[in-house]
C-alpha cells in the first residue's frame, strides 16, 4: 500500500524559502504525477504544481517562486518555495495522480503545517 | 484561471435524508481529448481530502454507492442519496482540464 509522508520544517521566516519533502513508501515514484497542495487555514486548496519522472515539471502559477523536484533513488520528492510571506502559511501535503487522471489525486499525505513568522 | 463555484457553502442535512452540491465552472470542463476532468473530494474533520469521484461519474472502489457524481459541460452535481454521519466533513470539486483548481468547498453537517 502506497504511502505519502510530508517533512520539513514547521515555521520559515518571511523572505526565506520553505522546503518540503514528501517520502513515498510502498511503491515507486516512477511513471506517477506527484502534485503539492496547499490547504490555507481558511479551509481553500490551492494547486501548486506537480513533477513527473523527474524530467516533467509544471507549477504554472508558481513559475517564479516554486521549484519542485524528484529522486528517484531515494523514493521521494521535494518542494521548494522561495520569498515566503505570511500568505504562503498553509497546510501543505503531496498527492499522487496516475498518468491521464488529469489531477485526480488518489493518494495523499497526511500534510504538514508551515507558518511563515518571524 | 478557471473558476469553480460550489453551493451550497453549508449543507445541514437530516439523517437519512439526500443531499446534492452543485459545482460550476466559468468554462467548459471538456478537454480536447473528449474527456471531462471534473473530480469529486471528501475532507472528513482532521483527515487529508479523499477522492469520492473522478472523470465526472466514475466512483472509486470502496466509495457507498449512496454517493454519485453527474453533469456536463459546465454544470456538476454530487449527490449522496441517504446521508450518514460518517458523511460529516467537507465536499470540493476540482477540475483537472484546465490547469487544476479547486472549487470553495461545501460544509456537510447534519441537523
Known amino acids: 500500500q502506497v504511502q505519502l509522508q510530508e517533512s520539513g520544517p514547521g515555521l520559515v521566516k518571511p523572505s526565506e524559502t520553505l522546503s518540503l519533502t514528501c517520502t513515498v513508501s510502498g511503491g515507486s515514484i516512477t511513471t506517477y504525477y506527484w502534485s503539492w497542495v496547499r490547504q490555507f487555514p481558511g479551509k481553500g486548496l490551492e494547486w501548486i504544481g506537480y513533477?513527473?519522472?523527474?524530467?516533467?515539471k509544471y507549477y504554472p502559477s508558481f513559475k517564479n517562486r516554486a521549484t519542485i523536484s524528484a529522486d528517484t533513488s531515494k523514493n521521494l520528492f521535494s518542494l521548494r518555495l522561495s520569498s515566503v510571506t505570511a500568505a504562503d502559511t498553509a497546510v501543505y501535503y503531496c498527492?499522487?495522480?496516475?498518468?491521464?487522471?488529469?489531477?485526480?489525486?488518489?493518494?495523499w499525505g497526511q500534510g504538514t503545517m508551515v507558518t511563515v513568522s518571524s | 484561471d478557471v473558476v469553480l463555484t460550489q453551493s451550497p457553502l453549508s449543507l445541514p442535512v437530516t439523517l437519512g435524508q439526500p443531499a446534492s452540491i452543485s459545482c460550476r465552472s466559468s468554462q467548459s470542463l471538456v478537454y480536447s481529448d473528449g474527456n471531462t476532468y471534473l473530480t469529486w473530494f471528501q475532507q472528513r474533520p482532521g483527515q487529508s481530502p479523499r477522492r469520492l469521484i473522478y472523470?465526472?461519474?466514475n466512483r472509486d472502489s470502496g466509495v457507498p454507492d449512496r454517493f454519485s457524481g453527474s453533469g456536463s459541460g459546465t454544470d456538476f452535481t454530487l449527490k449522496i442519496s441517504r446521508v450518514e454521519a460518517e458523511d460529516v466533513g467537507v465536499y470540493y470539486c476540482m477540475q483537472g482540464t484546465h490547469w487544476y483548481t479547486f472549487g470553495q468547498g461545501t460544509k456537510l453537517e447534519i441537523k
Open positions: 472523470k465526472v461519474s
Open positions: 498527492a499522487r495522480e496516475r498518468g491521464g487522471y488529469f489531477g485526480a489525486f488518489d493518494i
Open positions: 513533477v513527473y519522472d523527474s524530467g516533467t
